[in-house]
């Protein structure tokens, strides 16, 4: 045999060797690969429990302003108030903050509008 020859035994523990070192390596790539999706599964259940939490917070403020707006028109004789409302499904999330900014300005507005109403208001 010349140098530049290996024999078939030679070559085969090569392509065994090659083939041990990528089973290796793709294992490791794959547990890797598997902490990297826990770890963002596990971000994403805090993000859905943080929304979870903010939109019960939401839902109570939300009420909290209705029923004070329903006690202020409830003096009005000739208005009749209606159910609760329901959550607007188009409502866009990332426009929430811009949503709960415009409650306390029109809730005043009703506010000024029902003492405008108000039969004191007639004097």
């Keep these: 045999m010349t140098e530049g020859t290996t024999s078939p035994a030679m070559r085969y523990k090569e392509i065994v060797g090659l083939a041990r070192g990528s089973a290796d390596s793709l294992r490791a790539w794959e547990l890797?690969?598997?902490d990297e999706i826990e770890r963002q599964l596990s971000d994403a259940q805090a993000a859905v429990v943080?929304?979870?939490d903010r939109e019960e917070k939401t839902r109570e403020r939300a009420s909290r302003w209705w029923k004070m707006a329903l006690h202020n028109v409830s003096r009005l004789n000739f208005v009749e108030a209606l159910d609760d409302p329901q959550p607007v499904t188009t409502a866009r999330p990332q426009y929430l903050d811009r949503y709960l900014e415009e409650v306390k300005p029109s809730y005043?507005?009703?506010?000024?509008?029902?003492?405008?109403l108000g039969w004191r208001a007639k004097r």
């Excluded at 005043?108 to 405008?116: D, M, P, R, S, Y």
């Design 108 to 116: 005043q507005e009703l506010v000024q509008a029902v003492l405008g």
């Design 50 to 52: 943080a929304a979870q």
């Design 32 to 34: 890797a690969r598997a």
